[in-house]
């Protein structure tokens, strides 16, 4: 199963809670037959029916497939948080769960130079780099940076949002996408589509990457490699 959390809060900016729930949920929203394949494999009972004596050798297969075992969440503090908007976004569980995902995706807003600073917020929200994918969009590096992570190494955030990140020790670079082994920052609203090509391409392959990305792009700009 591989497990993708969205960090949200009061404030936090539309489209860098909707763009990654969009692009992150498309290995399953596009390979269906994928989901199917999985939901027809034999179950431990069928298993059990095999003839007495006779031994069934199922190597289980663990890699990450479009369409298989694939969960997006977004979590946040509360139960449901409002956007910039004004939208009632209601969340699927708490932060302390981000822990135990597969990767997770820090989303942007004015509330990050408060929470950046928050010791309550970045105690609940522990994130390690050393075991799971983790990745901010435009000032959601303040609260990877709060937290210590970006310390020392290159970071991008939004052009606002550059003081405060330096203030943390990061190291400011003005790149739309920065990526370390298991670590991603994204600077400006659009950038985040790179942000999960390389994020799919990380936990799937990149050919199913390009493929949820392309999808969503402009024609000659990688639509029609999918559809045309």
Request: a negative charge; proline letters at 5%; one cysteine or more.
């Amino acid at each position: 199963m591989t497990d993708i959390a969205i960090i949200a809060f009061d404030g936090v900016t539309d489209i860098d809670v909707w763009l990654h729930w969009d692009f992150l949920n498309r290995p399953l929203t596009m390979f269906p037959e994928e989901q199917a394949e999985a939901d027809d494999a034999p179950s431990d009972d069928a298993e059990e029916t095999a003839e007495e004596g006779e031994t069934e050798n199922v190597e289980e297969d663990d890699t990450p497939k479009p369409g298989r075992n694939w969960s997006v969440m977004i979590l946040g503090t509360k139960p449901q948080h409002i956007t910039a908007a004004g939208y009632e976004m209601h969340t699927h569980g708490s932060i302390e769960s981000a822990r135990d995902m597969d990767a997770v995706v820090v989303a942007s807003g004015p509330a990050t130079r408060e929470l950046m600073n928050d010791p309550e917020f970045l105690a609940r929200l522990l994130l390690d780099p050393d075991d799971q994918y983790v990745c901010s969009q435009c000032s959601g590096a303040l609260i990877l940076a709060g937290s210590g992570l970006l310390a020392g190494i290159e970071a991008t955030t939004c052009p606002t949002a550059r003081e405060p990140l330096e203030s943390k020790g990061a190291i400011f670079v003005d790149k739309p996408l920065v990526t370390h082994e298991r670590m991603a920052m994204a600077a400006g609203c659009l950038a985040g589509v790179e942000l999960d090509r390389w994020l799919l391409t990380q936990l799937i392959d990149k050919e199913t990457a390009d493929k949820c990305i392309d999808s969503g792009l402009g024609w000659g700009q990688g639509i029609e490699r999918v559809y045309g």
